[in-house]
C-alpha cells in the first residue's frame, strides 16, 4: 500500500493540473470573446436587432447583435450587445459610435464586461 500512495498522488496533481489549464484556456477565450463584444446602451426603444447590426456593419464584419427586451413588457430596455468579428473592428466601432446621436439620443458604447451575479433575497 504504501508504494501506490506516492502513484495516487501523482494521478490526482495531474487530473488537477489538466483542469486548471482547462479552466484557464476557457477564462482566456472568454476574455478574448469580451474585448469583441460592445455595450450599446441609451439607444432608442424603436432600435431591433437587424436595424443594430446594420449601424455597426459600417465599423466592420458584425458577428451578433442583440438589444436586450424586457421578459414583462416585451418592449426595448433601451440597450442592447454586438460582437464584432476582431478586437479591432470592435475597436473602430466603439470610437466611431461613442458619443454619436441616433433618433436624438446619444449612444453609449463600451466594451462588455461579464454580467454581475444577482442576489434578489438582498441577503
Given at each position: ?18 483542469r ?7 477564462l ?5 470573446q ?20 446594420d449601424?455597426?456593419?459600417?465599423a ?7 438589444i ?9 430596455k ?17 470610437e ?16 462588455a ?11
Amino acid at each position: 500500500m504504501c508504494l501506490l500512495y506516492p502513484c495516487l498522488i501523482h494521478t490526482w496533481c495531474r487530473a488537477l493540473l489538466y483542469r486548471v489549464v482547462r479552466v484557464g484556456r476557457l477564462l482566456i477565450n472568454f476574455q478574448n470573446q469580451m474585448e469583441k463584444k460592445l455595450y450599446v446602451g441609451n439607444l432608442p426603444y424603436s432600435t431591433t436587432d437587424a436595424s443594430l447590426k446594420d449601424m455597426f456593419a459600417a465599423a466592420g464584419n458584425v458577428a451578433a447583435a442583440s438589444i436586450i427586451i424586457d421578459k414583462f413588457s416585451k418592449r426595448s430596455k433601451g440597450f442592447g450587445f454586438v460582437e464584432m468579428a476582431t478586437e479591432e473592428e470592435a475597436a473602430k466601432a466603439k470610437e466611431m459610435f461613442n458619443g454619436s446621436e441616433v433618433e436624438g439620443r446619444k449612444m453609449i458604447v463600451d466594451e462588455a464586461r461579464p454580467m454581475k451575479e444577482n442576489n434578489f433575497r438582498g441577503e
